[in-house]
């Protein structure tokens, strides 16, 4: 009886303590068996780390990285920021589970420890449900490589909170060294600007509110602000002091009109983005949203209308509509150039990345919900709050979403498992296939020759040490931008949609079909109709490319005037690479 009386107590430590040893127990066992989200992942950050290590350029100054034909160091990741020390210090699969499990670790802390601060002498009587959603916000399927920046946001909260209310300076120093060092944990160009913003604003309401300037508050923009230029300065040296002219001045953002704007804007308010896919919508959204009409109309018919704007839950409601407004417009031409000819600097900057903070904002706005339902006297609302906590935290670990490895990782091994064969994917070890690119490099005895890849991501060249004039980079020179076209020309005649992906983003360097087909789906059987290469293959020899790595045997090699040198295979993965001398 002691022992169920025990269970009932701490359920929520049971819970989530289960949930957790259920992630770790799985990624312990599989490790470079998982699989991972390929897109802007493993195909993205991942094999930049790896290509940075084994250059040895982690740390160099004034250097070029082996990829797109040598690009400046500094458009790769700091070495400073916490996410980043795991790719210099672990191996490859080893280094992205530490960052997923760092991301957990700090949504759970970081939110509990805001949570405590808020409640203070409260904090034990709504301990299972903060325990719970922050467990839930620590396991959202965001971004990885940025998903500390994500879960962290929490502690530049729980910083700037402390020192509003800090009376003495002895008190607010060491707050103050939090702040300064917080950018370790984040990221400038997907939340550290933002967090700037939104510390403006906040500036103006208190000034206003409490009719004295807020000291703290502005002096922590100046102290945050410097630790973001000294942590990310490769960053801020390519921002500013480069006169470069980058793909980010040509990329198409979109042209729509303001009602498709706002009907993106509520799209996003329901489903979230790409990046930031936190699986609000299927119990967190319509609780709150049950919730808000629910209180607002019971302060309506007790005639307490003033105080609708003064309700927090109504407060961070009007924070994430103001988010997903500024995602939708940023899709609305006339109003992205007006932002650009106030702040030229920042054309080609996605300030549509507001909605990211929404991430924090929705399982805030679950707690201020079920924290009300605790504290509604006349009916005992516990044990549903506590039903609808649970069924949040489970949503999270067990819904398909993007970036949620956990599942991917369960749904593939377990269907190869049942159906006794492989699924279409490929796992960590497989995308990269190190084993297979091992034997080919010793064969051809690979020396740092320029080469690119075909029937696959550039990527897996990238993370296998082999210098490569193509790969994908959200920001380089725009003049190599335009190279590149004349490369992949005769093949963009034939392919209307790639031409049009290639010329309105280019940020994925390819050689691609001459038949509109995607050659680089990292697939476990590629299966293509047209297996030519059409390229314009002097423009290609001209960037010092001596090989070519495919997936696909050429039909007109003979007829290009390259030679294949090898056919290479390994049981550790399910490649054929072809390699092709352009020589």
């Avoid at 300064?180 to 939104?198: K, V």
Wanted: some cysteine.
């Amino acid at each position: 009886m002691t022992k169920i009386n025990t269970i009932k107590k701490y359920w929520y430590l049971y819970l989530t303590g289960t949930l957790l040893a259920i992630q770790a127990a799985v990624f312990l066992i599989f490790r470079g068996e998982s699989y991972f989200q390929i897109h802007d992942n493993l195909d993205l950050f991942m094999a930049h780390y790896e290509m940075l290590k084994k250059a040895g350029l982690w740390f160099k100054q004034g250097a070029d990285a082996p990829i797109l034909h040598g690009v400046p160091r500094d458009l790769f990741g700091s070495e400073f920021l916490v996410y980043n020390l795991f790719y210099i210090l672990l191996p490859g699969v080893w280094a992205y589970l530490a960052g997923y499990a760092a991301k957990i670790a700090v949504g759970i802390i970081s939110f509990t420890l805001l949570a405590k601060d808020v409640y203070k002498d409260r904090y034990e009587q709504y301990k299972p449900l903060i325990i719970v959603i922050a467990a839930a916000y620590g396991m959202i399927p965001v971004f990885p490589t940025y998903g500390i920046a994500f879960t962290s946001v929490p502690f530049i909260i729980l910083l700037l909170r402390k020192l509003y209310f800090a009376e003495t300076f002895k008190k607010r120093l060491p707050l103050y060294i939090g702040v300064f060092l917080y950018p370790l944990l984040s990221y400038f160009s997907y939340h550290g600007f933002f967090i700037l913003s939104y510390m403006v604003v906040a500036v103006i309401i208190l000034w206003i509110r409490d009719k004295k300037f807020p000291k703290s508050t502005f002096a922590s923009i100046v102290i945050l602000s410097a630790g973001y230029i000294l942590f990310e300065y490769r960053l801020f040296k390519e921002m500013l002091l480069s006169d470069t002219i980058t793909i980010r001045t040509t990329m198409e953002h979109g042209e729509i009109s303001f009602g498709q704007a706002m009907l993106t804007a509520l799209t996003e308010f329901a489903d979230a983005s790409f990046h930031s896919e936190d699986s609000h919508t299927y119990i967190v959204l319509g609780v709150v949203l049950i919730a808000i009409v629910i209180i607002n109309a019971a302060y309506i018919r007790n005639k307490q209308a003033g105080k609708i704007m003064k309700d927090p839950i109504n407060l961070v409601m009007l924070w994430i509509i103001f988010n997903v407004l500024i995602f939708g417009l940023y899709q609305y031409a006339p109003f992205r150039h007006l932002f650009e000819m106030l702040v030229p600097p920042l054309t080609g900057f996605e300030f549509a990345r507001t909605a990211y903070f929404n991430t924090f904002l929705w399982y805030a706005e679950l707690l201020l919900v079920c924290v009300r339902m605790y504290d509604y006297g006349k009916k005992n609302l516990k044990p549903l709050a506590n039903i609808i906590v649970t069924l949040a935290v489970l949503v999270v670990m067990f819904v398909p979403q993007v970036y949620n490895d956990f599942y991917y990782t369960c749904y593939n091994q377990a269907f190869k498992i049942i159906k006794h064969r492989e699924t279409t994917y490929v796992n960590y070890n497989e995308f990269y296939s190190t084993k297979l690119f091992d034997k080919i490099i010793d064969d051809i005895d690979y020396n740092g020759e320029w080469s690119a890849a075909y029937g696959m991501h550039p990527a897996v060249l990238n993370y296998n040490g082999i210098a490569t004039v193509d790969g994908y980079l959200g920001m380089y020179a725009q003049e190599y931008k335009d190279k590149w076209t004349s490369i992949i020309e005769p093949a963009l005649e034939g392919s209307p949609s790639l031409k049009s992906y290639f010329e309105g983003w280019g940020a994925r360097v390819s050689l691609y079909s001459g038949s509109d087909e995607n050659t680089y789906a990292p697939l476990r059987n590629l299966e293509v109709t047209d297996t030519r290469l059409v390229v314009n293959l002097d423009e290609l020899k001209s960037l010092d490319c001596k090989y070519i790595f495919s997936r696909i045997e050429f039909s007109n090699a003979d007829e290009l005037g390259i030679t294949l040198i090898g056919i290479y295979t390994d049981e550790s993965s399910p490649y054929t690479i072809y390699v092709y001398n352009l020589d």
